[in-house]
């Protein structure tokens, strides 16, 4: 017996097959799309191979890690805590759900688990096999901004940068006036104002432009009778239009800016 074991992971839509010793510690990992088994110890070649054979699928290369970018050398030296990748969609909210579910019992619903299921369903669309993920793109979940605020997600990728607002609408008439989105008959709020702050913010975290997009989750119909300025406003369906825009950003780049967005402290003073 080798002693070795097969963890697998999955993260920003890149699969991975770590293959660690019994102290956890791992010696290589396979990374099925680039078809290849990364080796950090080569006198253990036969041993990784034995115990990847039968996930492996088709000829593979094999052979120490890619020297890294530098991107990947920034991600590597920052603190698990302050790493933001590891978010899901919904995780402030997720959280504060856990230590304050509220009453049993409500008169009406409460609204912080309407915005979790916006969030959730928009996560699920970028993160998803069909979504941005994997296309060049980098998504970041609920992005914590100075005063309680957050980026309910954030793109990263050819296109440029996108600072995504979710909003429930499910079921509901949504009326755009800029700034004013009315849902149903309920009064009319400046939801815009909010979407275009939260990307600014973002672009003076990352010295980049950060375009602001509305989504409205699941409405019954979408009026626009005032265009907005500089905002996409999108149903959930519609996001993964964003790939196909324009090409912005070179994959270095986007690598720079991913590695810059996911660490918590870039967010300290926006």
Known sequence: MSGLRVVPDRRQGRERLYVCLQDGRSIAW???????VNLLSEDRRQDVLAVLQPFLTGPVSVGPPPV????????????PDDDLAPNRPGEAL??????DPGPARRLRPDPR???????????????????????????????????????HHLLIGPAGIFALHTLYARKQRVLVTDPLVAL???EACPVLRRVRSDADRASYALTAEVRPVLVLVDPADVTVAVRPRGV??????????????GGVLKPADAEALHAMARDRNTWLRV
């Open 184 to 186: 149903g008959r309920r």
């Open 30 to 36: 396979y990374d099925r799309a680039a078809a290849r």
């Open 232 to 245: 996409r406003v999108l149903r959930d369906e519609e996001v993964g239009a964003l790939a196909r825009l």
């Open 113 to 151: 688990r309407r915005a979790l299921v916006a969030e959730q369903t928009v996560g699920e669309v970028l993160d998803g096999p069909d979504g941005l993920d994997g296309a060049g793109w980098h998504v970041l979940h609920s992005v914590p901004l100075p005063g309680g605020d957050r980026i």
């Open 68 to 79: 890294p970018t530098p991107a990947e050398l920034a991600r590597l030296s920052l603190h």
């Open 94 to 99: 997720l959280v504060d759900l856990d230590r």
